[in-house]
């Protein structure tokens, strides 16, 4: 069984024996178009120094604060202290409004990051020189008189956050320097990683994995972040994948959404230790009761529609909606409010297939002048798209779903739809002795959410050994055909996911339901 496991994973992962080991090589240094215009722009406010008026726009998310981080702190070590801007509201990327404010700041350098690759036309008005540092698929000219593009897509067919591009920029702007690379030592690829995990890309690819294994369950993490953790009470305040999606990110996210994402910033560039104050109740009823107004309106095959329009809801709430009905449902999902005939809003995929080409190639075919676009990554994105089409976008997301061979990548036990690997339960233990389980739980801690392996099987009612609660959240302890596992509900659909994740403590295994 190891063997055929082994070559099954192989087949699904090309980076393989990085996830289940340690990746030895540095990363080559990466070189980005236009660099040599952004290394001038970054050499003129480095010489003037402290007197250097430089202001960040940063994206409203976490790789949007994330990058922001990095290169606020960067830009600190030599002395600059740069005004952070932050849209108010979920939209994303710098607009008309700030044409006037910046215009008259008088300013050396405007650095907008992890968005605005598109808006050439918004770049234009400014008065000072920009530099965009991006990953999104850009479009237009890169590089004019008075702005300048840096972005991932034009150079790497690998993956990257935005964290890790402005990250990668600043060490290829180092060495052009001929200095030390500090920033390795500092830990700020750290913040890099915390990106990676909340950006739906795949992650599977040598420099990704790189920075990932100096990473999670790190001991010794940089100092923001290792004060973020601590206040946080994360499960053993390190870097893990579960601690930052399931602790940091949806403390920032919550304040994103209620339209605090001023604070959310402040808080994690300035005063990390009291990151707490984004835990308010108001944060959490608002969004429980945004999903609560959410109700399928349209279901064609594989993909649910959710129509919030006349709801009063905002659309910054699309988003985690999207993903709520996802899960809930097993489908893909569509969450938005039609406008003049368009439908605007969020989508989220429940497989790692590329939604985002199939959805844009439908836009280029059919209405390729009409204003349609879809913003984002693979499986998570914005969109406007024509409101009378619903049926025929369900049919692109049905085609590209088959892509899928089946639904589970690994089934457990009998009496239930096979998956692309089957374990008979009497082979079990020697899935747990040949390591298998172990290989699958470092796996799940170097990949994103959209790529983890689960396991499915069918529900034996199984018991809980142990009820408790920790920091207000109710923790239940199953043993699943000797598999000790962590639950956060009493298990009781007809089926059960099993996650194994590797952690600082080891091997953790959680139980949840699959609907």
Not at 38 to 63: C, E, N, P, T, Y
Not at 64 to 91: A, R, V
Not at 313 to 319: E, F, M, P, Q, T
Not at 379 to 405: D, R, T, W
């Amino acid at each position: 069984m190891e063997k055929e496991f082994e070559k099954f994973l192989r087949g699904i992962y090309k980076e393989y024996d990085c996830l289940v080991g340690m990746t030895q090589e540095r990363p080559c240094i990466c070189n980005f178009r236009y660099e040599d215009k952004a290394f001038d722009l970054l050499d003129m406010v480095l010489r003037k120094g402290r007197l250097s008026q430089v202001a960040i726009h940063i994206d409203v998310d976490v790789d949007g604060i994330g990058s922001g981080y990095i290169m606020n702190k960067f830009l600190k070590h030599y002395g600059i202290k740069p005004k952070l801007m932050i849209n108010k509201d979920k939209k994303h990327g710098i607009t008309e409004k700030y044409v006037e404010t910046v215009n008259g700041m008088k300013l050396d350098l405007l650095i907008v990051l992890d968005s605005s690759s598109g808006k050439q036309d918004i770049l234009s008005k400014f008065n000072c020189p920009v530099l965009v540092i991006d990953h999104h698929n850009p479009t237009g000219e890169l590089r004019k008189e008075n702005f300048t593009i840096i972005n991932s897509v034009e150079n790497y067919k690998e993956t990257m956050s935005c964290g890790l591009v402005v990250y990668e920029f600043l060490r290829a702007y180092l060495a052009y320097r001929g200095e030390a690379e500090w920033i390795y030592e500092d830990k700020l690829y750290q913040w890099a990683v915390v990106t990676l995990f909340t950006d739906v890309i795949t992650l599977d690819t040598k420099r990704n994995q790189f920075y990932l294994d100096r990473s999670i369950c790190a001991i010794d993490l940089e100092k923001n972040l290792k004060a973020i953790l601590e206040t946080i009470h994360a499960y053993g305040e390190t870097l893990s994948k579960s601690n930052v999606n399931y602790s940091f990110a949806p403390l920032i996210n919550r304040a994103i959404r209620a339209g605090d994402s001023a604070i959310a910033l402040n808080l994690t560039v300035n005063e990390p230790e009291n990151i707490n104050k984004l835990m308010q109740e108001k944060y959490k009823k608002l969004q429980e009761e945004a999903v609560l107004k959410a109700e399928k309106t349209n279901e064609y095959k594989t993909s649910t529609f959710i129509d919030m329009t006349g709801k009063g809801v905002s659309g910054a709430y699309n988003g985690i909606i999207a993903s709520k009905v996802k899960d809930k449902y097993d489908k893909s999902a569509f969450v938005y409010s039609e406008v003049d005939g368009c439908a605007l809003g969020s989508f989220r995929g429940r497989y790692p297939v590329n939604y985002y080409d199939a959805i844009n190639k439908y836009i280029e075919e059919k209405y390729p002048t009409q204003g349609y676009y879809v913003g984002g990554h693979q499986g998570a994105f914005g969109y406007k798209l024509p409101a009378n089409k619903l049926e025929e976008i369900a049919e692109v997301v049905y085609e590209e779903e088959q892509n899928i061979s089946t639904k589970w990548l690994v089934t457990l036990g009998d009496g239930i739809e096979k998956g692309q690997f089957h374990i008979n339960v009497e082979d079990l233990d020697v899935f747990i002795r040949t390591h298998s389980i172990y290989e699958l739980a470092l796996m799940n801690a170097k990949l994103c959410s959209a790529e983890q392996v689960q396991i499915v099987l069918k529900n034996k009612q199984f018991p809980f050994k142990e009820e408790k609660t920790i920091t207000n959240k109710t923790i239940y302890r199953y043993d699943i055909y000797g598999i000790g596992c962590l639950g956060f509900i009493e298990l009781k659909s007809e089926y059960i996911l099993l996650y194994p994740e590797w952690s600082i403590s080891g091997l953790v295994v959680y139980a949840k339901e699959l609907y």
